[in-house]
């Protein structure tokens, strides 16, 4: 098979329709806006409805992204959901999703690097693709953290909200798509952001229900400090993985967990302002679906383009970040013909390399 390189050519996000305002925190726990807003930038966040799970909220956006990319949910090779607060300890929400939207050919298999998820799941998909394993693949970041927050901790509380973003990606001869990719960890840090109930280490009983075992737990000073440098070198390094300097940037779509990190990343990095995509203040740490709502929601204001190079940089527990650097190519709708006849060529290649004779 040719060499293909991974391009999104289709993206969707969906976010629940509650909407819990810092002045509603205000009636729960002993908060303010002012301090919310002062130290996170968040305004406000979703919340998933009771019967709303992430894996209903993942196959709303996935259905969104495959209609922008003219695909069938047949034709889906690869399921791939990221997130650390899945239905089910197994099956993986990624299989709940392929039955949910009738992807019926599709592996399925989740990715768990909390916040980083998304950027994980994309650089797989990105290697099957390149590698030629596979033709396409849909990667979505969902999460509903809620369930997960013990909403008498002021600490953690007023940080998360719920949704889910999804990206097709799919194998063009094109000469653009996903340039790099870089993924870290530091798992010596894990009990500084983790929910410790619930695995095989604490299964659930009622010991764990009352030590709060279930509860997500965080040292948020030190989470601040580490995700600063972290999401800066690794932009920095998936930046020189990819040939380009930060001038390249068109866009940096940074983890969505605080506005001053944000800022303290773009600061580090001397990267302008004005070329940062922020949405905190709506949706709050979305965790793995930050990255991808961030993204739809970039587009759908106008500020990614054709031939853009775009930046992706995350940060989560494990402690998990990396980054990706891709050049915008935007949907089927847009390019008509020629990706339509893109898709013809594979297949046609597909055909001549089975019908080859080996050896
Ligand atoms: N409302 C009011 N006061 C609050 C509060 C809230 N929601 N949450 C904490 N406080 C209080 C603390 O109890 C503390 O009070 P004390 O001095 O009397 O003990 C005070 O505010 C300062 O707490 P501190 O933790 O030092 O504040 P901070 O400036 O570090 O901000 C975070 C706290 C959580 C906002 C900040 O550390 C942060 O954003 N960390 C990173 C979190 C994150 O993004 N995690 C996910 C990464 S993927």
Request: net charge neutral.
């Amino acid at each position: 098979m040719a060499r293909q390189n991974a391009v999104i050519t289709g993206w969707g996000f969906y976010a629940p329709s509650r909407v819990m305002t810092n002045f509603d925190l205000e009636k729960i726990v002993d908060t303010s806006d002012q301090w919310i807003t002062e130290r996170t930038g968040i305004k406000e966040r979703h919340i998933a409805a009771e019967g709303e799970t992430t894996s209903t909220m993942a196959a709303r956006a996935a259905r969104v992204a495959l209609e922008r990319a003219r695909l069938r949910p047949a034709d889906v090779d690869l399921i791939i959901v990221g997130t650390c607060s899945p239905d089910y300890l197994f099956p993986a929400t990624a299989c709940l999703v392929q039955t949910a939207i009738g992807a019926e050919r599709a592996g399925s298999f989740d990715v768990e690097a909390a916040c980083t998820s998304f950027v994980s799941a994309l650089a797989i998909a990105n290697g099957m693709i390149v590698s030629g394993a596979i033709r396409n693949a849909l990667v979505i970041g969902a999460e509903t953290l809620s369930r997960f927050l013990d909403w008498t901790d002021r600490g953690t509380c007023v940080l998360f909200g719920d949704g889910a973003g999804a990206v097709v990606v799919e194998g063009s001869s094109a000469s653009v798509g996903i340039e790099s990719t870089v993924l870290h960890s530091d798992g010596s840090k894990g009990d500084l952001l983790w929910v410790q109930g619930g695995g095989v280490k604490h299964p659930a009983s009622k010991d764990s229900l009352a030590k709060g075992l279930h509860f997500l737990k965080m040292d948020g000073s030190a989470t601040f400090k580490l995700a600063v440098k972290s999401m800066a070198d690794a932009a920095e390094e998936a930046l020189a993985a990819a040939g380009l300097k930060l001038d390249d940037i068109a866009l940096l779509i940074p983890h969505q967990a605080n506005i001053r990190i944000i800022e303290a990343v773009g600061k580090r990095l001397r990267f302008p302002a004005e070329k940062v995509f922020v949405n905190v203040q709506r949706y709050g740490n979305t965790s793995a679906a930050s990255i991808p709502i961030a993204l739809c929601e970039a587009e759908a204001a106008g500020r990614l383009r054709r031939g853009d190079k775009v930046l992706l940089v995350a940060f989560g527990g494990g402690f998990t970040w990396g980054a990706a650097v891709l050049e915008w190519w935007g949907s089927h709708l847009e390019h008509g013909q020629r990706s339509i006849l893109d898709r013809a060529a594979r297949a046609l290649e597909d055909v001549v390399d089975r019908v080859r004779p080996v050896g």
